[in-house]
C-alpha cells in the first residue's frame, strides 16, 4: 500500500490566492484528519470527516479554511484568500476504526 | 474535556543511556493512549498504544511505555537511547468510548528528543 498521499509536497503562493490541497487516505480507512503544524501553535487539528461525512470542523480557523470529501479516496483542504500567517505544514491522516491513525508526508505551506 | 499534557519541549540524553519522556492525560472514562514519532520533515509514526491489560506496553524500535492510571501518566522509555532515536514525540489520548469524538485523538504539543553520540 502506497500510504495516504498528499499533494502538492511544498506550495509556494502570494497572499490573497486561492490554495487547495489534496489528501488521499488508505484504501478502505473510515476517518481522515486534516491538521496544521506551526512551531508556535504545535500539531493542530482542523476538521475530521467519518465515512466521508464532516464531523468536527470547530477546528478550522475561520470562513477562509473550507475541506470537502466528496468519495471515500479523496479529500481536499481549500484555502481562499490565503494569507502569510497560513504557512504551515499540513498533514491529513486516516484512521481504518482501529485507533491508529496513518499520516501523509504533509505538505509545506508558504504564503509571501 | 480531554487534553495531553507534555511537560518537557526537549529532552536530551548520551547514547546508551536511558530515556524517558514524559506523558500526563486528562480524559472523560477510561483512556487510550499514543506515542507518535516524527522525523524531521515527515509525517508522525504510530510507536505503540494502550488500549487494556498490561500496564507496560512494548512498541516498535525497543521503545516502551507505562500506563500508571494514579497518577494519570504514559511515560514513554527505551533502556539504551540511540543517535536514529533523536525526532519529535508526541503523546495522545482519547476516551474509550468513541462516542460523539469517533476516534478523535487528542495530541500533546510534542518533546524533542536529542541523543548524542
Known amino acids: 500500500d502506497a500510504g495516504v498521499i498528499q499533494s502538492p509536497r511544498h506550495e509556494v503562493t502570494e497572499m490573497g490566492q486561492e490554495v487547495t490541497l489534496r489528501c488521499k487516505p488508505i484504501s478502505g480507512h473510515n476517518s481522515l484528519f486534516w491538521y496544521r503544524q506551526t512551531m508556535m501553535r504545535g500539531l493542530e487539528l482542523l476538521i475530521y470527516?467519518?465515512?466521508?461525512?464532516?464531523?468536527?470542523d470547530s477546528g478550522m480557523p475561520e470562513d477562509r479554511f473550507s475541506a470537502k470529501m466528496p468519495n471515500a479516496s479523496f479529500s481536499t483542504l481549500k484555502i481562499q484568500p490565503s494569507e502569510p500567517r497560513d504557512s504551515a505544514v499540513y498533514f491529513c491522516?486516516?484512521?481504518?476504526?482501529?485507533?491508529?491513525?496513518?499520516f501523509g508526508p504533509g505538505t509545506r505551506l508558504t504564503v509571501l | 474535556a480531554q487534553s495531553v499534557a507534555q511537560p518537557e519541549d526537549q529532552v536530551k540524553v548520551a547514547e546508551g543511556n536511558p530515556l524517558t519522556v514524559k506523558c500526563t492525560y486528562s480524559v472523560s472514562g477510561n483512556p487510550y493512549l499514543f506515542w507518535y514519532v516524527q522525523y524531521p520533515n515527515r509525517g508522525l509514526q504510530f510507536l505503540l498504544k494502550?488500549?487494556?491489560?498490561?500496564?507496560l506496553v512494548k512498541g516498535s524500535y525497543g521503545f516502551e511505555a507505562e500506563f500508571n492510571k494514579s497518577q494519570t501518566s504514559f511515560h514513554l522509555k527505551k533502556p539504551s537511547a540511540l543517535v536514529s532515536d533523536s525526532a519529535l514525540y508526541f503523546c495522545?489520548?482519547?476516551?474509550?468510548?468513541?462516542?460523539?469524538?469517533?476516534?478523535?485523538?487528542?495530541f500533546g504539543r510534542g518533546t524533542q528528543l536529542t541523543v548524542w553520540p
Open positions: 495522545a489520548v482519547r476516551p474509550a468510548d468513541r462516542g460523539s469524538t469517533l476516534g478523535r485523538l487528542y
Open positions: 491522516s486516516s484512521d481504518p476504526f482501529t485507533d491508529t491513525q496513518y
Open positions: 494502550y488500549i487494556t491489560g498490561d500496564n
Open positions: 470527516f467519518n465515512n466521508n461525512v464532516p464531523i468536527d
